[in-house]
């Protein structure tokens, strides 16, 4: 991953924050420890903290121009089929210096603008500054891999790879108390909102074109879905097609100039990516950490199987509770806005540890969403389903919220999520999908404000409905509507995190 900055002034107090430009690509020095650059130019600067992949050469180095010098470009990502569109480009006369994918991306920007982005294959955060209109051009991919936030006011724009860049612009810090209850709510902040005034998330699949002070943000992808959707597919075809689909996307992953590995967790998503991974990658290095003292929660078990079954090199990381107490507070100081995934604590030390060995490490991150595979999808499709099963948890939530509940237990966490399931079932989908996605409703986050006299009924009621927009049917046949929420809610905004 690398790390993106910069800003668009639309007059001479906004050139002025330029002189922070340094201080703020520094900031992203953890998102990029290979190389650094800067570009200036009137109105526009640029930042980059590069992490090398493809191409590891000094000719590769961000900001990267054009050879005629009217384009600039920082990227953060990956385009997995830059190999196709540079082949493609060239056949329509352009010529390249490096073997980058930045160039590639460059390239096709230069001949089809914002067209470009409908035949990109991979996850991005970019910015192009074309000198000769003095535009900035800035997008996000479809799924919101990469980050992208920024401010703006009458002055500039400032956008970055991460929040701790653009305060180094001094940016005012006030708080968004309508992100802090969303967060009290869902452990987390989706965009486009951010926990300070003024800062926005571009949204996945969306991108901001500035020209000449004007400031355009579109969306150019979303899910496509219908609740129509049908497949001339067989079940034995469908299943097939999902092999191929997913063979090819892990083969395009393992594209690098570096040394490549996986997390393996010896769940079913990370080791379907493993077995695949295996398939083209001679003596694979997969990677699992595991809790000593909390064997509950160690699941190093079952990625050993996985990785026996397909003779990867296998490394295993044992932590004790207290390597979890030494890694919390560098974790916690590198979060930009409160976040509170149990997760993260355990991914940051694994990519900490794996990044000793190799420096990209691919992961099943997504296939819950996209497959149902949580709890909770199980217990909405049984609650749209109906039943005496469904009616007869419902009638004993009373019981259920006897029974003392944890996570730390099988019985505590069974009481926890029955007591979940019941108390779902007697709302509507909307209401209940916010139910199972949060840890308190919004009277509970309410009561823990200070002064919740700040917030507004009004945007509190419309900044959840945006959110929950998705979701208009009722029945079984619609739970792919609660997956489209997941992938635009959760998996951007928690998981990808």
Known sequence: MCGITGLYAFNEIGRFFSINLFRATEALARRGPDADGTFLDGRVALGHRRLSIIDVGEQSNQPLTDHTGRYQIVFNGEIFNYRELKQSLARRGATFRTESDTEVLLELYKQDGEGCLNQLNGFFAFAIYDAQ????????????????????????????????????????????YHSLHQYLQLNYIPAPYCIFKGVRKLLPGHFLSIHHGQVREEKWYEIPYSSNNRTPLSYGQQQERLVELLDEATQRRLIADV?????????????????????????????SIGYRDEPFFDETHYANLVAKQFKTDHTVFSLTNDDLFASLFDMLDYLDEPFADSSALAVYILSQKTRRRVTVALSGDGADELFGGYHKHAGEYRTRRGGPMASLTGALSPLWRAIPKSRDSWVG?????????AEGSRLDERDRYWRFATFTDENGASGLLRTPALLSATEVRERKQSLLQPLRHRGPAHLNEVLLTDCRLVLPNDMLK
């Open 259 to 287: 040394p490549l590995g996986a997390f393996l967790s010896g769940g079913i998503d990370s080791s379907v990516v493993v077995a695949l991974a295996a398939r083209h990658t001679q003596r694979l290095r997969t990677f």
């Open 413 to 421: 966490n069974k009481a926890r999520q029955l007591l979940k399931f």
């Open 133 to 176: 209109r003095e535009s900035l051009f800035l997008a996000r991919d479809r799924m919101g891999v990469k980050p992208l936030v920024y401010f703006r006011d009458e002055d500039k724009i400032l956008f970055a790879s991460e929040l701790k860049s653009l305060l180094a612009y001094g940016i005012p810090k006030e708080l968004d």
